[in-house]
């Protein structure tokens, strides 16, 4: 992994409500992610990992602790500069594309959103970049498939030469087949451009795949935080981590 400054959390809480009506999202969350590395966030659905990335993105309304992207610490507001730093790659490829715009139109509205020029060139070298390709280029979503609507979202983030890629379960909507399609092409354009990745799965065996560092959490709390090599040994201390690796080795027998 490369050294530098890429991404640190230092007893970061979340919450949403106040007084009797409160619940604490995300609890005490530290970890720190060098420049380049790739680190996952993994539980089940409810565990605080997505509300984590929304953290970083100034996406939630009370939170306390530290935060630093990139050497900057976080405040109640972001510079525009975080966002043509640090772009994010959703879940869902039917929801993130506008159903009435073309590919081009998608990421031509990135690039003058941040000011770039030499769009034609960029949108040629950036559908190269994720294995598309200038056919696809006056496309409208529904020609398209799940695979290749997310390739369209990684397209619309890396356009603006982002450092950091935050991944919110960017596989899950997808096929299996593809699903590793997809994996594949994020570790390649990491290698490639240098990226930063924070990665939020509930899939054990994704993280995995993806990442060097892996941290469990459980109701709101990081309850572990391992690196791929014990992942793959099955080396893991805490009981829900346990639970969560034998439920994803059982997982892929069946599959």
């Not at 959390?9 to 409500?17: A, E, H, S, T, Y």
């Not at 109640?76 to 772009?87: C, I």
């Not at 790659?89 to 039917?94: A, E």
């Not at 994720?130 to 890396?158: D, E, K, M, N, W």
Request: charged share 20%.
């Amino acid at each position: 992994m490369s050294g530098g400054e890429g991404i640190e959390l230092k007893d970061v809480n979340v919450w949403f409500g106040e007084h009797e009506d409160r619940v604490d999202a995300v609890i005490n969350a530290s970890f720190n992610i060098p420049l380049g590395g790739s680190f996952g966030l993994v539980g089940e659905s409810g565990s605080g990992k997505s509300t984590i990335l929304r953290a970083i993105t100034n996406l939630v309304p009370t939170w306390s602790g530290s935060i630093s992207v990139l050497g900057k610490v976080s405040g109640n507001a972001h510079e525009k500069s975080f966002y043509s730093a640090v772009q994010m790659v959703f879940q869902d490829p039917y929801a993130s594309l506008h159903p009435r715009q073309t590919v081009d139109h998608v990421l031509s509205e990135a690039l003058y959103l941040h000011k770039f020029r030499d769009a034609d060139k960029r949108i040629v070298s950036v559908l190269d970049d994720v294995g598309l390709g200038q056919t696809f280029r006056f496309r409208y979503p529904h020609q398209l498939s799940g695979g290749q609507r997310q390739r369209v979202a990684i397209a619309r983030a890396l356009i603006i030469e982002p450092s950091v890629l935050l991944l919110d379960e960017p596989t899950s909507a997808l096929d299996v087949s593809v699903q590793a399609e997809i994996l594949n092409l994020l570790t390649d354009l990491r290698a490639e451009h240098g990226l930063t990745y924070l990665m939020v799965s509930h899939d054990l065996a994704v993280v995995g795949h993806m990442c060097s560092d892996i941290a469990v959490m459980n109701l709101g709390r990081i309850v572990e935080l391992l690196n791929v090599e014990d992942l793959r040994a099955l080396r893991a201390k805490h009981p829900y981590t346990k639970q969560l690796l034998e439920a994803s080795v059982q997982r892929r027998r069946e599959v």
